[in-house]
Each structure stands twice: as structure tokens, then as C-alpha cells.
């Protein structure tokens, strides 16, 4: 098991990492290739504070059942009668199954394929078929009370799933604070996700912190998104930077896309004049990367699998419902197939930061004072997380 403690040469790297971005350095190379450092970092970073690992959407009947995994721990999102969401451990309280291996609606039942244990959609442990033997359902043995599923603390914001595996991460409001207050202009708009043709994947071959880091920054702008940079420059975005949790960039010249006859999405009412052209992209650390704009947003969720395997799930959502009909299908998948093609651009550049991860001829690199600010707030979050309780 990795201790960092140990590691003399790391802490004095992470240390160096936290000092002002003039000389900071970037994180070290263990943290992104190698397994036993990758995975004391993901669980540091994802289960002893607050990690999303999914969507409302994605449970969005009652008895619908999620299963999904963060750090290795496998979770299960569950809908109940009454609309509520949680979180459980997915595994059985007998013999360590897995209970779902993939998402399904269940008739308020949750059965475990092994030796039929069932629990109900509060987690509670139903039946133990035959524990006493043929015939015998119960056994004075087996408190059901004390074998339900065991419950993660969990919270929803925006259509995001969030839990906190370790318990340890403090008040679920305060971790969305600064990303709400940011987008307050927003914060009462009912999102409506466009559906299918607004939900898209990508498997990157690369560390999920890169993907992150990626997206703080517009200085690859120019040159990793000419399309883009040809209306929104380098020079018309700003940093978001110097906050606890979230880093990003915004453009001051958001230009809606268009269809064939001119139609575009309908924007939220009276929103300052701030949104009439601007929009922002946030990375709400760990593992979500938004954009808003005063027509749609978007999510992206980041699931490592492994040190230098990382999924994007992105989910585009709007803020007026027509938006959702078949009237507007062209364009949502006309805003869809743009966004991918912009995810798209990143590929190449996020895959060769990890393979360049692996050379001894690079020990974290230098930040730009001036352009990497949203960067090195993320480097400086991981090295403090990283440092807690050394
Ligand atoms: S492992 Fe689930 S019932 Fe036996
Ligand atoms: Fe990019």
C-alpha cells in the first residue's frame, strides 16, 4: 500500500507545487502513471470529499437502478416510490456480490443474483431466502435489521450526483457554493436535458486530472480550436481563478449557433447583459467540467478508470423546454455534433500530456504566470489534499 509519508522526494514536489505559480512547479509524474500513487491519489481525491459520479436523469423513474464505480468502489444510484434519490454500496451484505452490473428499472426489489438476498429500494435487507436452511427463511442468526445496503452520503445539484464515500466532506451546500453563486443567474432555471441526441461519450487514454486541467485553460485556444478561435480569441476570454473549488475561463463573445433558417434556442429572460454574449466553462474539482450559456449548458463527468484511462460523459441541457421538442432536433444535434468535435480537438493534446508523463525528462513543468492561473489552482488543490495530515 502506498504511503506517502514515505516518500521524502514527493513531498518536497507537492510542496513546491503549492507555492506561487512564479515558481511553482507542476504535480509529479507518479501521479499520473503510476498505480500505486494513482490510486492513493484517487482515493484522497474523489472518495474523502465530494466526487460525482452520475445524473438525476440517469435514475429517473422510481425503481430505477444505476450502478456505477469511482476510485474501484462500486456504487448504485437508486430512485424510490417517492422520487428520492441515494446512494448504496453495491454489494451484498452475504457474500460480497456485486448487486447490478448494469442500469435497470426494478419493481421496488433489488435481488441479489447469487442466493436471492433482497432488499427494498431503502436499502433495507426483505428476505433471506432459505439462510435456515430448505424450507427456512430466516435464521436467529441473520438480524436483517443490521444487513441492509450500506448507505453513501450523497446530494444533487443541477442534475449532478454527488457522493462523499468517506463521509468526511463536509456540508453538500458548501461544496456547490461557489460554482452556484457564480452562475446564480441560472440557479432558478429548470434545466431540461435535450435526450438523447444530447448524450455523448468519450474513453480517453489519459490521466483524469489532464482532462481537468485542459479545460481550466483558453491558452491552447489558438491552436487546439481554430474554429472556435476564429469569433472567440485568445484575447476575449478571462480566467476564473483563486477560488477554493471551481477554475475556469469565460469568452466574452459566446455566439449562438444558427440553424438553416436563422432559428436558435430560446435564452433565458432578463439575464444581465453579462450573458447576452458572454458564457463561462468551469471545472467544479474533482470531476465535473460545465459550460453555461444564456441558451443551454452542459455537464461533463470525468471517471478514471485506472491511472491513464479516463471517461467523458457529456450531457447537454437547456433552459427553456421547447428547446426539447422535435422542433428544435436539427439543432440540438447540430449543438451535440459541435461540442463533440470541440471535446474532440482536446484528444490528441490530453494524450500526449500523458505519455509524456512518462518520461524522465519531465519533472512537472512550468506554468505560465499570466496564462495558467486556472491550472495551477487545480495542480495547488490536488498538493493540499494530497498534504492533508502529513
Ligand atoms: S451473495 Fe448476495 S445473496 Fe449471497
Ligand atoms: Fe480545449
Do not use: L, N, S
Given at each position: 500500500m502506498f504511503d506517502l509519508s514515505q516518500h521524502h522526494d514527493l513531498i518536497d514536489h507537492l510542496q513546491q507545487v503549492t507555492q506561487p505559480i512564479q515558481t511553482a512547479k507542476g504535480l509529479p509524474n507518479p501521479f499520473y502513471v503510476d498505480p500505486e500513487a494513482t490510486l492513493f491519489e484517487q482515493k484522497r481525491l474523489l472518495l474523502d470529499g465530494w466526487a460525482c459520479i452520475g445524473f438525476g436523469h440517469d435514475v429517473a423513474r422510481p425503481g430505477a437502478l444505476h450502478p456505477t464505480e469511482l476510485a474501484g468502489v462500486p456504487l448504485l444510484m437508486v430512485r424510490d416510490r417517492d422520487g428520492n434519490l441515494q446512494v448504496f454500496h453495491n454489494v451484498c451484505q452475504h457474500r460480497g456480490v456485486t448487486l447490478v452490473e448494469s442500469p435497470t428499472t426494478c419493481r421496488g426489489l433489488i435481488r441479489c443474483p447469487y442466493h436471492s438476498w433482497t432488499y427494498g429500494l431503502d436499502g433495507q435487507l426483505k428476505a433471506t431466502p432459505?439462510?435456515?436452511?430448505?424450507?427456512?427463511?430466516?435464521?436467529?442468526?441473520?438480524n436483517t435489521a443490521k444487513l441492509g445496503l450500506v448507505p453513501v452520503t450523497s446530494g444533487e445539484w443541477r442534475d449532478l450526483v454527488f457522493v462523499n464515500v468517506s463521509g468526511d466532506g463536509g456540508d453538500f451546500a458548501d461544496f456547490t457554493a461557489p460554482l452556484a453563486e457564480r452562475w446564480v443567474d441560472f440557479n432558478s432555471v429548470d434545466l431540461h436535458h435535450g435526450g438523447a441526441d444530447s448524450s455523448f461519450q468519450l474513453t480517453l487514454q489519459t490521466n483524469w486530472k489532464l482532462a481537468v486541467e485542459n479545460y481550466c485553460e483558453s491558452y491552447h485556444l489558438p491552436w487546439i480550436h481554430p474554429g472556435l478561435n476564429s469569433y472567440s480569441r485568445i484575447e476575449d476570454h478571462y480566467h476564473i481563478e483563486g477560488q477554493e473549488v471551481i477554475s475556469g475561463q469565460g469568452t466574452r463573445v459566446y455566439r449562438q449557433i444558427e440553424g438553416a433558417q436563422g432559428q436558435s434556442f430560446p435564452s433565458v429572460p432578463n439575464l444581465p447583459a453579462k450573458w447576452h454574449r458572454g458564457a463561462e466553462y468551469v471545472a467544479l474539482f474533482p470531476n465535473v467540467l460545465s459550460g453555461v450559456h444564456k441558451d443551454h449548458m452542459y455537464h461533463i463527468l470525468l471517471t478514471p478508470l485506472g491511472p491513464t484511462q479516463t471517461i467523458e460523459r457529456v450531457e447537454i441541457y437547456y433552459f427553456d423546454a421547447r428547446a426539447t421538442t422535435a422542433e428544435f432536433a436539427e439543432l440540438r444535434q447540430q449543438n451535440a455534433a459541435l461540442w463533440r468535435g470541440v471535446f474532440i480537438e482536446d484528444v490528441n493534446v490530453v494524450e500526449r500530456m500523458q505519455r509524456g508523463r512518462a518520461s524522465p525528462g519531465f519533472d512537472g513543468g512550468t506554468f505560465s504566470p499570466v496564462m495558467d492561473p486556472p491550472t495551477h489552482d487545480f495542480h495547488k488543490w490536488v498538493a493540499e489534499r494530497l498534504l492533508t495530515g502529513l
Open positions: 432459505m439462510v435456515g436452511g430448505a424450507g427456512r427463511h430466516r435464521h436467529p442468526c441473520i
